[in-house]
């Protein structure tokens, strides 16, 4: 079908919530039903009783025969005639219906206006008969009475007034009669029980519209936040009221701009915690949710509220009141949010409920969240025409279980992670919930390409048992601790038993936190995806039979218990299968890979340009990229101890959060080490552009170095031992130079002084990860095992 959505452009214009409605609607029709659909707007103005008339006169008149449907949404828009016509009402003009009240006026006009022409219009309007023929008539009438209106008194024309009023509901009568309207809708029961709205006696369908923002997350729980038009309905100076009652120091954002601002402003004035933020676009505006503690919207008979349902999809519980109305449709009270009554001290004891149980809080923002889900463009389009939609397939949902976060990506396992599921995102939901150290912030955000990341705090008697084991061994025992401790991070726990039941998959990275696998639900598919070997991993790091014995009984659960194994490489497969004796058949690789795309090859003369900038011309550089973890310790010992030393006139630079460790344990670095710590991705890309070769000493470890195919991609000939090198097809002098460590300092040297060695060890080494390392290739053979277990499971 033709659908055309008919709607009034308000002039002056402004883009409020209804003209999103509009946009949104069109959008979803396009994007969800086989149906073409415009979006047909009328300028209209109602600043007086005959641009009002006018404006009704201008849908009257419309012709949109050549449509199959139309659907009107904001009077007058309904005006329109066509014999397929639906109704999706916003609201009618609440001046003339709802809230005609506050205006003290008679509702109907009074008898010593009632001469001439107005007379005969009130007439006609009290018989009640809403045909076209009393339309045209009473149409013409007001264009003679228009010409005369000199001849009557101004306190007619008054608007809003009684003659409108009666008009409008007139003519509102007319265009809404059940034999001109296929269906009616409308955003909510408030406007659905408003008197006078509808005909008496039609049924009218609830459709909740979504909102048009996007990427909503939850990132922190600083503030108290509202926003809206700063108007008098919307009620901001109760909440300000209700700051007096709030004795913690809390500060409260007020976002949006309107004819009550100074006013609220003044009646701020003196409290230092409120803070008034202005217009802010859709971006700040998600931001701004994103770190607030809670919401707090409590206008007066609001019509819907976008604002209750942007909080709840920010997993933010929303504090509103019992005459709100919209708001309260959608908070259910104690559960994601709270709805009490408008007055200052009881909107003031729910704040402080928030501010005082942030755990309960924030519980509530999950159920608010949960709650929203159905709420979608998709649903909108297939309720409002009768459910022709384009159904698109259900994504199946993915919980991955990690000891660290996965956004921004920085260490190793953090890219594997970022990569993997990022792209998997495009097909499934896919969520990934890491414990954290107890020092860091909660977060729950949903990343631009799909991938919802929650991050939850250690719980202090969490960290207070990890802290207890280190001080027996020295060292850093942060994954290991999970294993027996991680039951003791309620909030943690509560999280994954609440998303393990909407998962279809449930993937372990490590094995550390398997002992929650207790809690999946039967029918649901469990994964390992080992990283590495952890046993082997550990056993040169961690001197404490005990603590090794649980990360082997830890590995062989995950092993033996899981339905799927992922190995990064053949040689860890085969690891697995021999320490653990694993079924072969279980076990599939999914290797470590890189990002071709992002990662670029600077020629020699862009190098030497790059290095000229910062001053390091001339001075041949060596690269080592390095997080924190053991290997990566030993290997750094190693380039400071014996290779920096031998290699006169080198500037050795080191990038990653291995520069913190190192100093902690062994002091400063030398001179000709230039240590960067922790950097992102572009300016580790940037930092690669620098290199002139790169080094990989490691000594110890398992599973393939992401470093290797970091190095291999960015086009830096690399110089590595035969552990470094593990997991990666390399032909000694084709990709790379593999040497002992005894070897590396002739070697580099020689990669240095040899312009054909250096360009062909570029050349081949990023063809060879172009070819059997790109995360696109290695995701897509990822998504044909995982929908095998789906596939099982069903």
């Avoid at 085969?574 to 470590?592: A, H, R």
């Avoid at 062994?666 to 552009?689: I, R, W």
Wanted: proline share 5%.
């Amino acid at each position: 079908m033709k659908i055309a959505i008919v709607a009034p452009s308000p002039v002056p214009f402004t883009v409020g919530g209804a003209e999103q409605l509009f946009w949104g609607m069109r959008e979803a029709i396009h994007e969800y039903t086989p149906h073409q659909c415009e979006l047909v707007k009328i300028p209209t103005r109602e600043d007086n009783f005959w641009n009002l008339i006018a404006s009704y006169y201008s849908f009257y008149t419309l012709d949109l025969s050549h449509f199959d449907m139309v659907i009107s949404t904001k009077y007058p828009s309904w005006m329109v005639q066509h014999g397929n016509h639906v109704v999706y009402m916003v609201h009618t003009l609440r001046g003339l219906y709802d809230t005609y009240h506050f205006c003290n006026l008679p509702t109907e006009t009074p008898a010593y206006l009632r001469v001439g022409l107005v007379g005969e219009i009130v007439e006609i309007i009290h018989e009640n008969h809403f045909s076209k023929d009393a339309v045209n008539v009473v149409f013409e009438k007001l264009r003679l009475l228009k010409e005369d209106e000199a001849h009557y008194k101004s306190e007619t024309f008054q608007f809003p007034g009684p003659f409108v009023q009666e008009i409008i509901h007139f003519f509102d009568g007319f265009a809404l009669a059940p034999e001109r309207i296929k269906q009616y809708y409308t955003m909510s029961d408030t406007v659905r029980l408003r008197k006078d709205y509808f005909p008496v006696g039609v049924s009218v369908n609830i459709i909740h519209p979504p909102s048009k923002l996007n990427h909503y997350s939850s990132t922190g729980y600083d503030y108290l936040f509202t926003v809206s038009r700063l108007d008098g309905p919307k009620r901001i100076d109760l909440i300000i009221k209700a700051m007096k009652y709030v004795p913690h120091r809390i500060k409260l954002m007020i976002a949006g701009t309107g004819p009550e601002e100074q006013k609220l402003r003044k009646m701020a004035d003196g409290d230092k915690r409120i803070e008034f933020v202005g217009f802010v676009h859709d971006k700040e505006l998600v931001d701004l949710y994103s770190r607030a503690l809670a919401v707090v919207f409590i206008p007066y008979a609001e019509d819907y509220g976008l604002i209750t349902l942007e909080a709840m999809l920010s997993r933010k519980p929303v504090i509103t009141t019992t005459d709100s109305g919209g708001p309260v449709e959608l908070v259910k009270n104690g559960l994601s949010g709270f709805v009490v009554d408008p007055d200052p001290r009881r909107i003031a004891e729910k704040i402080n409920y928030c501010i005082e149980h942030p755990y309960e809080a924030r519980k509530m923002g999950e159920y608010g969240y949960l709650t929203a889900q159905g709420i979608t463009w998709e649903n909108f389009s297939s309720r409002l025409l009768g459910g022709e939609v384009i159904r698109q397939q259900k994504k199946r949902k993915i919980l991955v279980l990690a000891t660290y976060s996965c956004y921004p990506p920085r260490g190793g396992g953090q890219h594997r992670l970022y990569n993997l599921y990022s792209l998997l995102a495009k097909h499934y939901d896919v969520t990934i919930c890491s414990v954290i150290e107890s020092n860091k912030v909660y977060q729950n955000l949903t990343l631009k390409n799909g991938l919802r990341q929650i991050c939850i705090p250690q719980n202090r008697e969490h960290a207070e048992a990890q802290w207890s084991m280190e001080k027996k061994v020295g060292v850093n025992l942060y994954d290991v601790a999970m294993i027996n401790h991680i039951e003791l991070s309620h909030d943690y726990v509560d999280t994954v038993k609440e998303l393990m039941e909407q998962s279809d998959v449930v993937i372990f990275a490590h094995p550390y936190l398997f002992s929650l696998h207790k809690y999946v639900g039967p029918g649901k598919r469990v994964v390992y995806d080992a990283i590495d070997v952890e046993y082997q991993q550990k056993k040169d790091y961690i001197k404490n039979s005990d603590y090794l014995a649980r990360i082997s009984e830890s590995e062989m659960a995950a092993c033996t218990e899981s339905d799927r194994i992922f190995a990064i490489s053949d040689e860890n497969r085969e690891i697995l299968i021999q320490m653990y004796g694993v079924n072969p058949d279980k076990i599939v690789i999914v290797p470590n890979g890189v990002d071709v795309k992002h990662i670029g090859i600077p020629s020699d003369k862009e190098r030497e340009q790059m290095k000229k900038s910062v001053g390091f011309s001339g001075v041949p550089t060596i690269l080592f990229v390095g997080s924190w973890h053991p290997p990566n310790l030993e290997a750094l010992r190693f380039i400071v101890e014996d290779i920096q030393k031998k290699c006169k006139g080198c500037l050795f630079l080191i990038v990653g959060s291995i520069k913190d460790y190192y100093t902690q344990e062994y002091g400063a670095l030398p001179a000709n080490v230039l240590a960067f710590g922790t950097v992102d991705e572009d300016e580790k890309c940037e930092l690669y552009k620098l290199a002139d070769v790169a080094i990989n000493p490691m000594f110890s470890g398992s599973g393939t170095n992401l470093k290797m195919l970091d190095y291999m991609s960015a086009g830096i000939p690399v110089v590595t031992t035969p552990v470094g090198a593990r997991g990666i097809p390399i032909v000694n002098y084709e990709h790379a130079i593999v040497c002992p460590p005894e070897q590396m300092v002739g070697k580099i040297q020689e990669l240095i002084s040899d312009d054909p060695i250096r360009e062909r060890l570029r050349s081949n080494a990023r063809k060879l990860v172009e070819n059997d390392f790109s995360w696109d290739s290695i995701v897509c053979q990822m998504e044909e095992y995982l929908q095998y277990l789906i596939d099982q499971r069903c």
